[in-house]
């Protein structure tokens, strides 16, 4: 049975101050649920939200790594460096970094690959443009994003991965994808890795992105391929954050 998972993304709105006392908020009001929880602050506060998380349930990781192993790359972080200070998860492929940063499907497969040789689980992020789905090429982009990793990368390395599926469109525009229009997405995700491996589909992690809030969560997790949620805006709320975590409970 897949676990379900929650992953918050907390990108470069939040500062010192609001981390710790976002922090002491999941810590306060963790409630007790059978799914995972982790949170991905801004690389600069890594180490002393995972102070503050060190025994409790909940885990913690970065939004992007570097895509060499070290050298002379400025201003980057090595995955090694994300592990010296134990994050499970790093976010590749994420929709602002493609837009902004010039993130290619090769520079998201060398980061996966470096997350993955450094035992850090890649969530590979991977969706399509308003107007890729407005000309019915959803399905296309989707495969086409996560092809390119599987080919750089090799699909037994999926078995370490999460994926989540965010529409751009979805993302901080407080439009949702209804469940059934991400669940069709979800599904083809999955059928996709079941044509190279059968084991790894029915395994892997796929969360969806774009908007997902307390009052949206639960029809989204009611959904069979819907396996949690990688969450931006309301993740910055230790109360938001943790009704969407307990929406698996429902
Ligand atoms: P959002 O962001 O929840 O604010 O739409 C999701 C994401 O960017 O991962």
Redesign the pocket.
């Given at each position: 049975m897949r676990r379900n998972l929650v992953v918050g993304?907390w990108k470069m709105k939040i500062n010192h101050q609001s981390a710790q006392e976002l922090v002491d908020g999941l810590i306060a009001g963790m409630p007790a649920v059978d799914a995972d929880i982790a949170v991905c602050p801004p690389f600069l506060y890594i180490p002393e939200v995972s102070q503050r998380l060190a025994n409790t349930s909940i885990s913690w990781g970065a939004q992007n790594v570097a895509t060499h192993i070290e050298g002379a790359y400025t201003g980057e972080i090595a995955a090694v460096m994300l592990k010296d200070f134990n994050c499970k998860y790093a976010i590749v492929g994420?929709s602002?970094r493609r837009a902004n940063y010039a993130d290619t499907d090769i520079t998201v497969a060398q980061r996966f690959q470096q997350a993955i040789d450094a035992g850090i689980i890649p969530v590979l992020a991977i969706g399509e443009l308003l107007e890729d789905r407005e000309q019915g090429r959803t399905f296309d982009v989707v495969a086409k994003q996560l092809n390119a990793v599987i080919d750089f990368a090799g699909i037994d390395s999926f078995q370490n991965a999460v994926i989540a599926y965010?529409p751009v469109w979805?993302?901080?525009t407080g439009k949702t994808a209804s469940a059934e229009q991400a669940q069709e997405v979800h599904l083809y995700i999955r059928q996709l890795l079941a044509e190279k491996n059968q084991q790894i589909a029915e395994n892997m992690q796929i969360l969806y992105?774009?908007?997902?809030k307390p009052q949206n969560a639960e029809a989204l997790f009611a959904m069979p391929d819907i396996d949690g949620a990688?969450?931006?805006?309301?993740s910055l709320s230790a109360d938001s954050f943790l009704k969407i975590y307990s929406s698996f409970q429902k």
């Open positions: 993304n994420h602002e965010e979805a993302i901080g992105g774009g908007s997902v990688l969450v931006g805006g309301d």
